[in-house]
């Protein structure tokens, strides 16, 4: 057993606990008690105990869209808009990756988030086995599916990759990987492909990642092709009935927000990378108040440029108040919620992660608050999304096991990871 005491446990359960002077108590992985240290005896009999004084005890952070890889493609093409960046640069890269160098990408984005707080990472891309084994490697928990592009030929032959993929990874690394199919955005997806991806994720019984409503462009290019908007021909492709994790959701309707609330629907919103590549800002204060869960994505690197969900909490609760002139459009707690219980809600990991109760699984985070940019603590919720940084992440934990402490990433050394992907990173970049 592993007894963490003394510290401030930020609970986010549904009562919304702050238990200062708290005890948390783990057992084979799972969260078995969360409790006030007053009137317990010191120690633990036979087990580890850790001292939390000091220091904010939370839930593990979770990055609902990611592609974790694209970290070999940080600072290669910025400053463009979204189909421009996609066509000319990524796309033409992404050609000649290989597996060797998504597994190496992964490795690089697995420390730098992990290090930042980030338990668990929502990726889209290729190569999705190089993937999995780098998630199997770190301890890290992530829900992986391969991105399905459905234009070319091979597309049919691409879902079956996937769906295999489903398969032999659904519940490894002792749990860790859940997987999912990922038709990539409605405007690379072909009906008759989206159907076959419908009815592949019905006899898997698996959920679906796809990008939606991330431009003007996007929606102007669906509608002149099929007549809809790009949520719309989603539903025609048989989607609504499915558990999806809509990426971005930057153009959606109210109606959408209406239609999307009453089925089992989650949004990741990536404020960074929406505003990065000028695509707009997302109503998440509208999705909000229809209970729509959202979660925090950083996207991929190369369009943020860090994996970073401390700055993104920030961002999604100061954006929308200057979006809607309305400083309470997503209050602190609110934004520390799509960071964590919410952004499990999306992914559909609410009964086991995004807040620390008893049954859960023992992901969490131990956070400085000695720190002279987080005193004096009125506030600790305020604190953490407007004043913390990655910096201030002391120790990580998943599934009961630490992967960082005391600010030392403790699975692989930097120097090794950072080498290999400069290199394969000019090869792709440069060729």
């Known amino acids: 057993m592993i007894e963490i005491r003394g510290g401030t446990i930020v609970t986010m359960n549904p009562q919304n606990q702050i238990i200062p002077n708290g005890v948390i108590r783990i057992e084979e992985g799972r969260i078995v008690e969360v409790t006030s240290a007053e009137g317990q005896p010191d120690g633990l009999s036979g087990g580890e105990v850790i001292d939390a004084t000091g220091k904010w005890v939370l839930p593990g952070l979770i990055n609902t869209h990611c592609h974790a890889a694209m970290t070999l493609f940080r600072s290669f093409a910025d400053d463009l808009p979204l189909m421009d960046w996609l066509q000319d640069k990524i796309w033409p890269a992404e050609n000649r990756l290989t597996g060797e160098d998504v597994y190496w990408g992964t490795r690089l984005a697995i420390r730098e988030m992990v290090l930042?707080?980030?338990?668990?990472?929502?990726d889209m891309y290729f190569f999705m086995d190089e993937t999995a084994q780098a998630v199997?490697?770190?301890?890290?928990?992530?829900?992986?599916?391969?991105g399905l592009v459905g234009l070319t030929d091979d597309a049919s032959e691409k879902l079956r990759e996937g769906v295999d993929f489903c398969r032999r990874w659904q519940g490894k690394a002792g749990g860790r990987i859940t997987t999912m199919l990922a038709p990539h955005a409605p405007y690379t997806c072909r009906p008759a492909f989206l159907k076959e991806v419908a009815a592949a994720a019905r006899e898997l019984d698996c959920g679906l990642h796809i990008h939606l409503a991330e431009t003007e462009a996007e929606n102007r290019q669906i509608v002149e092709a099929y007549g809809k908007r790009p949520f719309w021909y989603l539903a025609d492709c048989g989607l609504l009935e499915h558990r999806v994790l809509a990426a971005h959701g930057v153009w959606l309707e109210p109606e959408e927000l209406d239609e999307m609330a009453g089925h089992c629907w989650g949004v990741s919103h990536n404020p960074t990378s929406n505003?990065?590549?000028a695509s707009g800002f997302a109503p998440v204060p509208a999705m909000l108040?229809?209970?729509i869960p959202v979660g925090l994505g950083t996207d991929g690197a190369a369009s943020n440029n860090r994996l970073d969900l401390w700055s993104e909490m920030k961002l999604a609760a100061i954006l929308h108040k200057a979006v809607t002139k309305t400083p309470e459009a997503v209050p602190a707690s609110t934004a520390l919620a799509m960071a964590t219980i919410m952004g499990a809600k999306a992914l559909g990991l609410e009964e086991e992660i995004g807040s620390l109760e008893p049954g859960k699984r023992a992901?969490?985070?131990l956070v400085s608050c000695e720190e002279s940019h987080l005193n004096p603590v009125h506030d600790p919720i305020s604190l953490l999304v407007y004043a913390a940084t990655r910096a201030d992440v002391r120790a990580v934990m998943v599934d009961g096991?630490?992967?960082?402490?005391?600010?030392?990433f403790l699975p692989y050394a930097a120097s090794e990871t950072a080498?290999?992907?400069n290199v394969r990173a000019k090869r792709l970049v440069n060729a």
């Open 136 to 146: 199997e490697e770190s301890g890290i928990r992530a829900v992986l599916s391969r």
């Open 116 to 122: 930042g707080g980030i338990t668990t990472f929502a």
């Open 401 to 408: 096991n630490w992967l960082v402490w005391d600010g030392v």
């Open 363 to 365: 992901d969490l985070i």
């Open 289 to 291: 108040q229809r209970g």
């Open 275 to 277: 505003l990065k590549l």
């Open 419 to 421: 080498q290999e992907c």
